[in-house]
């Protein structure tokens, strides 16, 4: 049975005062819009404004926060403010600092699908953990910015907010580490410890600068801090560091020789685990335990009993718990603890038996003195191997859904989670990418981060992404044309619909006939195109050319689209080809526009006052025929005009109609003539 979560934390929104107001809220996507309402908390009815009285924007005064809109009402005859604040669930993403973080981890996550899945065994195991490694460096790589910006930040609420960061991410770093040792690398007992010893070297720094100001000394051996040095190499597993500081010692004080040479043989001869497969755990275990009654006995012996420092550490080497947990404040933490009493007391640990040491551990180190923090619950189910917890207790604890998503991606891809589904549908790694990208797309521009990783969630990704998608403010036309070509790679034909639609709205509501026209050609949308063709028409009476030649000379197939705009493209081209004296092709072309009723009845006019100056030609353009098709369209044209407009009272309107009139006259004249002439001949 699914575990049923505790109750959310509660969320306080500074500036807002649900004890006087009732407030309501709206989701979004990646955020939630609270604003104050005119009901008051306890009254069911409004104040006297009611509810036409819609507050009405004005400027964010001093101190307001950003993201917050404070609106003007009217109460009780009196001004009231409210306000309208922007919630963010995912504020992670708007730091600047993390960028490298999302931007550089995209393409470790990118490479790791593309990569090739054939692999298997150990050359697929080692693949993983590169990328593991990759992520890892990239989480260093960004902590260290950070932490840089934190030393040179000179406001204190700043420099606080990157030192938060810079330990949320050596946590990640911490628990990343982890997991990859235990289940990537899946590390087998022996090489095990080793890992852990480099874990914790890599990970406890709280003592470097200790190691660095003795060293840094004239004289190390007679430094305060001496000792608590060599116990941290010794504490740490660095033999040979530790035994040049102990040479240091011996030099300074030759009565101490002797135990020196001996603790210093006990060093040397410590068997440790090797990463290859030159021994045998069986040999391993002899040899440790050889090792280790030889310690047992010189300390039985009192060798060191004259120097409580050296018999401090054989007891350490000997593995006493006592002894290392007097060190507690050089080791600092419980997983410290774990892996030095491991070091000395069970080498061999195979990583089953880890959950048994890593309990006792912490709690002898906690000692109930304190309780374990989240990372400590999240370390502990590491060492049980309960990788779904450790997945549930990150996402409880970190601020964003990078960390969980990719570590649940890489896990995936190790086959460690197959057989976990979620009871709503997607399974757990579909679910945390989904998650993770949704928060991508809330960003003015990660968000096209966010839509490689909807394209790799096979089950719900592209719902997703058409719906992210359509959100997106296309705020310029280099933005449209981005998340367009997004679209058309996908075949995701109706967001491209809506894209276009709206961008060719925008235009023309700019006046930008020509783009407008473009993006609606572009949308297959005949009705706009239809209305924006009617535009350029209008504007070609009122200005008497055309706008945007370009476009219209190149239209192409595209002008099918509609009949409207075929008839701009064929109108566009009569002007062209009138404008080259082909005048035989102009005024087929142009008759050819009427009789097919392609133009619309509101341009007759306009076409057949373009046929005047092909009537008044020296030369004979218009046939016999196509003269009486002239004269038809005419007389229907005003024969419409009649019944509609009255035209008698327009004087413009009749003189036109009388000129036509007469140059058709003319022409058919003309051509009667010349046609009798020439079956004369």
């Excluded at 006990?266 to 021994?279: D, E, F, I, R």
């Excluded at 219209?552 to 493209?569: A, K």
Aim: hydrophobic share 40%; glycine share 6%.
């Amino acid at each position: 049975m699914e575990e049923v979560d505790g109750d959310p934390p509660l969320m306080v929104v500074p500036g807002a005062d649900p004890s006087a107001r009732q407030l309501c809220f709206a989701w979004g996507p990646a955020e939630m819009l609270v604003c104050e309402t005119l009901f008051g908390r306890r009254g069911g009815s409004p104040s006297r404004g009611g509810p036409g009285a819609v507050p009405r924007p004005r400027p964010r005064p001093r101190g307001a926060e950003p993201g917050v809109c404070c609106l003007v009402g009217v109460e009780d005859g009196r001004q009231s403010s409210s306000c309208v604040f922007v919630v963010r669930k995912d504020q992670d993403i708007y730091i600047q600092t993390l960028r490298k973080l999302f931007n550089e981890s995209h393409g470790i996550f990118v490479g790791l699908q593309r990569s090739e899945e054939e692999l298997a065994g150990k050359s697929r195991k080692t693949q993983l953990v590169q990328v593991s490694k990759n992520y890892r460096s990239v989480i260093r790589a960004c902590m260290e910015d950070m932490h840089q910006a934190a030393i040179s930040a000179r406001d204190p609420a700043l420099q606080s907010q990157y030192s938060t960061q810079v330990s949320i991410l050596s946590a990640m770093e911490l628990i990343w580490n982890l997991c990859e040792i235990l289940f990537v690398e899946a590390a087998a007992a022996g090489p095990l410890l080793l890992r852990l010893l480099d874990w914790v070297r890599l990970h406890v720094c709280d003592v470097d600068n200790m190691v660095r100001e003795v060293l840094s000394s004239e004289n190390p051996s007679k430094h305060e801090l001496f000792w608590n040095v060599v116990d941290v190499f010794v504490l740490q597993g660095r033999m040979d560091e530790a035994r040049h500081l102990l040479s240091k010692e011996a030099s300074a004080n030759p009565t101490s020789m002797n135990m020196y040479r001996i603790l210093d043989d006990l060093m040397k001869k410590m068997p440790m685990p090797s990463l290859g497969n030159t021994q045998t755990l069986t040999e391993m275990e002899l040899k440790w335990q050889h090792w280790h009654e030889e310690c047992q006995r010189y300390l039985q012996d009192g060798t060191f009993a004259s120097n409580s420092h050296m018999e401090s550490i054989c007891k350490i080497l000997l593995g006493d718990e006592d002894a290392i947990l007097e060190k507690k404040e050089l080791m600092t933490t419980w997983y410290h603890f774990l892996v030095t009493r491991l070091l000395y007391s069970r080498p061999t640990v195979k990583p089953m038996e880890l959950r048994f040491y890593a309990q006792s551990s912490m709690d002898l180190f906690l000692g109930g003195e304190s309780s374990p923090e989240p990372l400590d619950t999240i370390l502990m189910a590491a060492f049980e191997f309960e990788m779904h917890q450790v997945i549930k207790e990150c996402s409880i604890a970190l601020s964003n859904w990078w960390f969980v998503a990719h570590l649940t991606d890489l896990l995936d891809h190790c086959k460690l989670l197959q057989s976990h589904n979620l009871y709503f549908g997607s399974n757990m790694r579909e679910f945390l990418l989904l998650e993770y990208a949704s928060g991508l797309f809330s960003h003015h521009s990660l968000w096209q981060l966010g839509v490689d990783y909807f394209d790799h969630c096979p089950e719900y990704g592209r719902v997703y992404l058409e719906l992210h998608i359509e959100r997106i403010p296309l705020n310029t036309e280099q933005k449209a044309l981005k998340v367009l070509r997004i679209c058309e790679q996908r075949q995701m034909h109706e967001q491209v619909r809506s894209i276009c639609k709206i961008m060719a709205m925008k235009a023309l509501r700019n006046n930008r006939l020509g783009s407008a026209l473009s993006w609606s050609i572009r949308a297959k949308d005949a009705a706009f195109a239809t209305l924006i063709s009617d535009r350029f028409l209008k504007d070609y009476c009122e200005r008497g050319c055309f706008s945007d030649l370009d476009l219209i000379d190149n239209l192409g197939p595209s002008m099918l689209l509609s009949d409207r705009l075929t008839f701009l493209g064929k109108y566009r081209e009569f002007h062209r080809l009138y404008g080259e004296k082909r005048f035989s092709e102009a005024a087929r072309l142009l008759l050819m526009l009427m009789t097919a009723h392609i133009a619309p009845c509101s341009f007759w006019m306009t076409l057949l006052t373009d046929a005047l100056p092909l009537l008044e030609q020296k030369e004979v353009i218009f046939s016999a025929e196509q003269t009486y098709e002239l004269m038809r369209c005419l007389e229907d044209l005003t024969a419409r005009k009649s019944d509609e407009q009255k035209l008698q009272g327009d004087d413009v309107e009749t003189t036109k109609v009388e000129m036509l009139r007469l140059a058709l006259a003319r022409n058919l004249a003309r051509v009667i003539v010349k046609e009798g002439t020439l079956e004369g001949s």
